[in-house]
């Protein structure tokens, strides 16, 4: 039981550094394009809209369950 619990923490841990490392990389990606670039913006998986960069160091991550970090 307790073995089961900590393997369900381990993976929850393991996928939340996953999120975050992509989360950095896209942030990353984003600091180098210049103010005013156009771009799509998911707005799920598969649907994107049009838009244009304004400020690339204001941007919202979420870090799950509802908690979201500028």
Do not use: C, W
Not at 17 to 45: E, N, W
């Amino acid at each position: 039981m307790e073995v089961n619990l900590l393997h369900d923490s381990l993976n929850n841990i393991r996928t939340a550094t996953s999120r975050l490392d992509i989360a950095s990389a896209a942030l990353h990606d984003l600091s180098l394009r210049p103010q005013g670039k156009r771009m799509f913006v998911p707005l799920t998986a598969s649907l994107y809209v049009p838009g244009t960069l304004d400020e690339a160091d204001k941007v919202l991550v979420d870090v799950g369950t509802g908690y979201f970090i500028e």
